[in-house]
């Protein structure tokens, strides 16, 4: 017996050594990676970016197991494991693809609205997406729908719903605002089923929230369904490939999409509605609002302001080289804009921000700004307010001082102005979300 033992004991370290190392370094990655997330969760306590700005997911203790299976099906390393447990570590960046709860094997996770500190305003939209007003339909991120699969769904839902009360009389069955997937796939729809309809985008382009992602952003994770195209198999697709394929769904389908055209309101007529853009009035038997949540620009609101030179976000900084550009707010995209700029051959860049310091930033932005800075471009000039844009210079006031500060171009990043007093002009309802679906 005991020669019997001795014999088995280099067998039995044959195999205990080989699995106590590989659980060894199991441990230790894990401590090390707990030990980051832990680190990005309190640098984002720090710089106050502790509240999602759209759709995100909450967590079921008492499910989640700590697989990290959305860890590592989130794009946006928004999502990390603490104590075992998932948690957004780094919530400002989530954008609600929803990747994380296909992903979780035990049915931990759910998306919501809105947290228990802030509340979001989401319309009243019944299960046919028509809102309690009869005839306007709400599909897509106002109705709080970030998930690119299900704005699509939706939008080729409600033009279904649409097709049956669309009759003789107006000028158009349906006037979709917004050319984001929701508004595509009810485009589409609409010709499917030969429908009278208009496409209004108050942006250059089409894609909507999309359109305004940063570069090599992942825009879609998930396949769709679009009308008149059929199955599309993305499964994991950057902005630009995205926008490049919706482009050439409108090319082949002949979707009339009218760009640069803003609504400006909706109004009841004895036929349904009226609609009127920055360009005229068009009546519909029905109106589809696939327009998102970023709203119209938020304007500066000063003499000047009207001038080409002056726009709202910062689409190419190259186009800028050698020029001197002002960038006007104090926001991750504001900060992002000036370094970008400031990075150029040649370009000399003012960064105006009207608050004594900047809050709620990324700590990466801080850090880049602080380095960009300290080398005297941009030019940072906090507590300052815009006065007047002419057409060689920009008036700022700072203080009790006036400056006079040489200029090409002005990028207003002051964030966007959504439409919730013209919805409710007409009677749409809304609810307030603290972190429910």
């Not at 230790?28 to 997911?57: D, K, W």
């Not at 605002?177 to 729809?189: C, D, K, Q």
């Not at 998102?292 to 001038?307: D, F, M, S, Y």
């Not at 002002?326 to 370009?347: F, M, R």
């Amino acid at each position: 017996m005991t020669d019997l033992q001795t014999t088995d004991i280099p067998t039995l370290l044959l195999y205990l050594v080989p699995l106590a190392i590989v659980l060894g370094v199991y441990f230790s990655r894990r401590a090390r990676t707990q030990t980051q997330n832990v680190e990005q969760f309190y640098e984002a306590i720090e710089a106050g970016l502790t509240e999602p700005v759209s759709l995100h997911p909450v967590f079921d203790p008492n499910r989640c197991i700590g697989s990290s299976a959305c860890v590592t099906a989130c794009p946006e390393s928004a999502i990390g494991v603490i104590n075992g447990k998932a948690q957004l570590v780094n919530p400002s960046v989530c954008i609600g693809h929803g990747a994380c709860v296909a992903s979780c094997p035990f049915e931990a996770i759910k998306l919501v609205f809105g947290t228990e500190r802030r509340g979001v305003d989401i319309p009243y939209v019944k299960p046919n997406f028509e809102t309690n007003v009869p005839g306007i339909f709400i599909a897509g991120e106002l109705g709080g729908m970030g998930l690119i699969r299900k704005a699509v769904e939706q939008g080729r839902q409600a033009i279904t719903t649409i097709k049956g009360v669309a009759g003789s009389g107006p000028e158009f069955d349906v006037i979709i605002v917004g050319s984001g997937p929701a508004g595509i796939a009810a485009g589409l729809g609409a010709i499917q089923h030969k429908l009278k309809y208009l496409v209004v985008e108050q942006e250059e382009s089409l894609g909507g929230t999309v359109y305004h992602y940063p570069r090599n952003k992942i825009a879609m994770t998930a396949p769709v369904k679009l009308p008149l195209v059929g199955n599309v198999k993305f499964n994991e697709v950057t902005k630009e490939k995205l926008l490049d394929f919706w482009q050439g769904v409108v090319r082949k389908t002949g979707l009339k999409i009218r760009f640069n055209e803003r609504m400006d309101g909706i109004e009841r007529s004895n036929r349904g509605f009226v609609v009127k853009t920055a360009r005229g009035a068009y009546s519909a038997k029905a109106v589809l609002l696939a327009i998102g949540r970023r709203g119209t620009p938020r304007k500066l609101g000063v003499p000047g302001e009207e001038q080409p030179k002056v726009v709202y976000r910062l689409i190419d900084a190259e186009q800028y080289r050698g020029r001197r550009v002002l960038v006007v707010g104090g926001g991750d995209s504001a900060i992002e804009a000036a370094v970008a700029l400031s990075a150029q051959p040649g370009t000399r860049v003012t960064l105006s921000y009207r608050g004594d310091a900047f809050g709620r930033i990324k700590p990466g932005n801080r850090e880049r700004l602080g380095t960009a800075s300290g080398r005297g471009n941009p030019q940072v000039l906090l507590g300052s307010t815009i006065e007047k844009i002419s057409a060689i210079e920009v008036a700022i006031v700072q203080g009790q001082r006036r400056v006079s500060v040489p200029n090409d171009a002005v990028i207003v990043c002051a964030g966007g102005v959504l439409p919730f007093d013209l919805l409710k002009k007409i009677g749409i309802e809304f609810e307030t979300k603290h972190g429910t679906a």
